[in-house]
């Protein structure tokens, strides 16, 4: 019997706000994307059972990517949705072999680690303490430096500027560097300091184009983890903005930046608040490379899109353990679920080989971002 490649019921996937948002198109913020055509998360569902038994992966792998493929599949349903149904399974199971190849080809990547230095910014509100982020560092071998207002200290708007300008020399430098970002949030901006994406997409742009070529941007050494409502919502319209900046100023973009999110598409995130205000994500990424030993010698983009995807998956999910042994999850509180997601850069030949999947012309815009899951 195939698996269920699409597990849960449609009516309560809408309601945890995670899989059918659609990617955006890159030249629009995430809030104004197309809606997916009528019809289409039904075809998909028809044809999860054909797609799982073509795939064939454990269900831990194939819940991790489901999402990812419906939101890949959903920017262009309007190209597989007249499709025979056979090839209509034949380019979903192509997309979800391209998803997973570049899951494979990025997991090692370092995110913390020896030579990697580290930029947090944390919300002025009580109980983010900069030891969130500079405890983590010292533990694998590297500096962090922290923006934080505080009340003897800078305006929200000095400490703003002042985090900007670190963003901007970061990637001028070229050296591996991980920012941090923890607090609140909203689709168009980092909440706490009021930076718009495009604020943010600036800094970057003009950081990167003052490193050697001036006509060329860079930024793979760079990381952005935002653990805040709406996170991956900014950071897709931040992938946007970045290709709107290069375009406008006449700037080849060579590769974006891996960005980590901690809530999914239009969704809230959640911390636990008392003496310290810690949210989840990044709660559980210090119980699980900090707390727990022994420490791994770095942490890798594969440790946030297996390890801490699958400790996040349990929030506001039940587990049961059948009797072979076998994990399920039941749904318990949508509105407690925010499984976070990867969007790691695409090259040319990714995009190429996008193209020639939706016979697309070989100028056809493409987004640079791809979830990963």
């Not at 700037?251 to 995130?269: H, W, Y």
Request: net charge negative; hydrophobic share 45%.
């Amino acid at each position: 019997m195939a698996k269920k490649l699409f597990s849960l019921p449609t009516a309560v996937l809408l309601a945890a706000g995670v899989w059918f948002g659609g990617l955006c198109p890159a030249v629009e913020p995430a809030s104004k994307a197309a809606a997916i055509p009528a019809g289409f998360d039904e075809l998909m569902r028809d044809l999860a059972p054909e797609i799982a038994a073509r795939l064939d992966w454990p269900p831990k792998h194939s819940r991790q990517i489901e999402p990812s493929l419906h939101h890949l599949a959903g920017r262009h349903a309007q190209a597989i949705m007249p499709l025979p149904r056979a090839e209509q399974i034949e380019l979903l199971v192509k997309l979800a072999g391209f998803i997973d190849a570049k899951r494979e080809a990025t997991g090692d990547m370092t995110v913390i680690g020896p030579g990697r230095g580290m930029i947090g910014l944390l919300d002025p509100a009580r109980g983010l303490d900069p030891k969130e982020i500079t405890a983590l560092a010292a533990g694998y071998g590297t500096n962090a430096t922290i923006f934080k207002q505080t009340e003897a200290g800078q305006t929200i708007r000095q400490v703003a500027d002042a985090f900007l300008e670190a963003v901007s020399k970061a990637a001028k430098a070229g050296a591996p560097t991980t920012i941090v970002v923890l607090g609140h949030g909203a689709p168009e901006e980092i909440q706490s300091y009021s930076i718009s994406f495009r604020r943010l997409a600036t800094a970057l742009v003009a950081g990167a184009a003052a490193r050697g070529a001036a006509d060329r941007v860079d930024l793979r050494q760079i990381t952005l983890i935002c653990d805040d409502c709406y996170s991956a919502d900014f950071l897709i319209n931040l992938g946007a903005a970045l290709e709107q900046e290069c375009s406008a100023r006449r700037l080849t973009l060579v590769s974006l930046p891996v960005c980590i999110a901690g809530t999914n598409r239009d969704c809230v995130g959640h911390a636990d608040v008392g003496e310290k205000f810690v949210p989840h994500f990044w709660r559980d990424v210090i119980e699980l490379f900090y707390v727990r030993q022994p420490r791994p010698q770095q942490v890798t983009l594969r440790d946030f899109f297996e390890t801490v995807d699958n400790m996040m998956y349990g929030y506001g999910r039940a587990t049961s353990v059948d009797r072979d042994g076998a994990v399920s999850y039941r749904l318990v509180d949508p509105k407690l679920c925010q499984d976070p997601v990867v969007f790691v850069p695409l090259d040319e030949t990714d995009l190429a080989a996008l193209r020639e999947l939706f016979s697309l012309p070989t100028d056809a815009p493409l987004p640079r971002l791809l979830d990963v899951g």
